[in-house]
């Protein structure tokens, strides 16, 4: 009997306030969606970055003598520090680049610019030395280790860690402002929801008022008001899922589709929004629940 009481009294409360139920649905919706799309690029991020990791590689560029007098990385500095390379803890492979390769590398690059390639001048390309970690976190070590090694050729050194760094702060830069306009729009939900139950709670005080006079409890009295918000921030947030999986098929995957297709990003499946979607639902409880109890706790006294 006090269950079905309860539940007409949501219904109705529902019914009686719908434009602000709606305006709550819609709000709690936007700002769960901005979250969950936070916790998707995240999600990506971690995910590309082990892409860039595994491919991420640096180069140990030989002085022109060296790259000139041992075209083929045969004698001493250049076969010493290729050998250490190989033996350096968390290395996968070692490939060398004559000054031949490179020179037609460089040329290749500037194909679409003749000029460009024209000056490049053929005795002035360095050969080098490619490597590849089979232990990302080792990276630093080698490059630091072996970066100054001008005893073995070492001239300079390319580390693509600089450009995976620019990459991924563009993501992180997606995800903070996905954040941030969540966090408005949480302040906005969290406003109405304490517009809607004063409204409410105000709509039915004399009903509340003999409820209390027969013996009825106060939380059995503010339960009502407490479970409208709930019901409607669940349905804000099966509407954000919704939205996820919209957002996946609309944007991600077309608006990305060339970065997915070159392996630069990495893919965001359904899988992926359906991990978020039970932090999305217990999000919205939580943010209903709370605000609704202290919002009864300070403005219901009766």
């Known amino acids: 009997m006090r269950a079905n009481f309860i539940f007409s009294e949501v219904l109705n409360g529902?019914?009686?306030?719908?434009?602000?139920?709606?305006?709550?649905?819609?709000?709690?919706?936007?700002?769960?969606?901005?979250?969950?799309?936070?916790?998707?690029?995240?999600?990506?991020?971690d995910k590309s970055q082990k892409i860039f990791l595994d491919r991420v590689e640096m180069q140990f560029?030989?002085?022109?003598?060296v790259s000139k007098s041992d075209?083929?990385?045969?004698?001493?500095?250049?076969?010493?520090?290729?050998?250490?390379?190989?033996?350096?803890?968390?290395?996968?492979?070692?490939?060398?680049?004559?000054?031949?390769?490179?020179?037609?590398?460089?040329?290749?690059?500037?194909?679409?610019?003749?000029?460009?390639?024209?000056?490049?001048?053929?005795?002035?390309t360095q050969a080098a030395l490619r490597v590849r970690m089979k232990d990302a976190d080792r990276f630093g070590a080698v490059l630091d280790e072996f970066a100054d090694r001008k005893d073995l050729g070492v001239d300079s050194v390319?580390?693509?860690?600089?450009?995976?760094?620019?990459?991924?702060?563009?993501?992180?830069?997606?995800?903070?402002?996905?954040?941030?306009?969540?966090?408005?729009?949480?302040?906005?939900?969290?406003?109405?929801?304490?517009?809607?139950?004063?409204?409410?709670?105000?709509?039915?005080?004399t009903e509340v008022s003999i409820m209390r006079l027969v013996g009825a409890t106060r939380w059995y009295t503010q339960l009502p008001f407490l479970l409208e918000a709930v019901v409607a921030a669940l349905a804000g947030s099966f509407l954000a899922i919704g939205g996820l999986f919209g957002a996946k098929a609309l944007f991600f995957d077309r608006a990305l589709e060339d970065l997915y297709g070159v392996n630069i990003l990495a893919r965001i499946t359904n899988s992926d929004v359906l991990v978020v979607s039970p932090w999305l639902i217990a999000g919205g409880i939580l943010l209903a629940g709370i605000t609704s109890y202290v919002t009864l706790r300070v403005y219901v006294r009766e």
């Not at 019914?15 to 995240?42: D, K």
């Not at 390319?158 to 997606?174: E, M, N, P, T």
């Open 14 to 45: 529902l019914r009686r306030n719908v434009t602000m139920t709606i305006a709550m649905i819609l709000t709690t919706a936007i700002t769960l969606a901005m979250f969950g799309g936070g916790l998707l690029v995240i999600q990506m991020a």
């Open 61 to 65: 560029f030989m002085n022109l003598d």
């Open 71 to 124: 075209p083929d990385c045969q004698k001493a500095p250049c076969s010493t520090l290729r050998t250490e390379l190989e033996n350096a803890q968390g290395v996968a492979t070692v490939t060398y680049i004559s000054q031949k390769e490179a020179y037609e590398a460089s040329k290749e690059a500037f194909a679409d610019s003749p000029e460009i390639a024209e000056m490049i001048d053929p005795s002035s």
């Open 158 to 205: 390319l580390d693509q860690r600089d450009l995976v760094k620019r990459i991924f702060s563009v993501l992180d830069g997606a995800r903070n402002a996905a954040f941030a306009v969540a966090v408005v729009l949480a302040i906005a939900a969290m406003l109405l929801i304490v517009n809607m139950i004063q409204i409410a709670a105000f709509t039915r005080r």
